[in-house]
């Protein structure tokens, strides 16, 4: 396995919807674990494959605590095919804007099909922070970033502030 590199805020890969994958293969078990490693040792909870700048749709997520043992999601084209009408609040963050942290309204509950490690179709039914966790992934596949359910006036600050941290090499 290899660890790979997570792109930042703003690099305009993170807005570019990600390509379906025709077929699961052992190229995409290889992708699937590397970004498994590094999101471990970001260390995060989830990682969409556009994060180490590879548009598929394809994201990787671990919500066990540090004394369990480790308990691995791999998601293939997952889809989002039902949500709650009921909210929750979470606060958010992400490897790719990373030191950045704010509280995002989402629904509390959603279902998602998707394709598992071996490429079998699965369900999902994820309440709690997992339910957070998946809707945060699928929405990279989309182009969209959690900054973008807070207010105008936050996002623009912190926008401005990895560009910043951008040109001045610090990324
Ligand atoms: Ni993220």
Redesign the pocket.
Known sequence: MALLDIIKLPDPLLRQPSKPVAMVTAGTRKLMDDMLETMYAAPGI???AV?VGVPERVLVMDLSKDEEPKSPIFMVNPQIVWSSEQKSDYEEG????PEFFEMVTRPAEVKVQYRDRQGEPREMHATGVLATCVQ??ID?LNGV??IDYISRLKRDRVIRKFVKAQKLGKL
Do not use: D, R, V
């Open positions: 989830g990682l969409a994060q992400c490897l790719s804007i945060h992934e990279h970033l959690f």
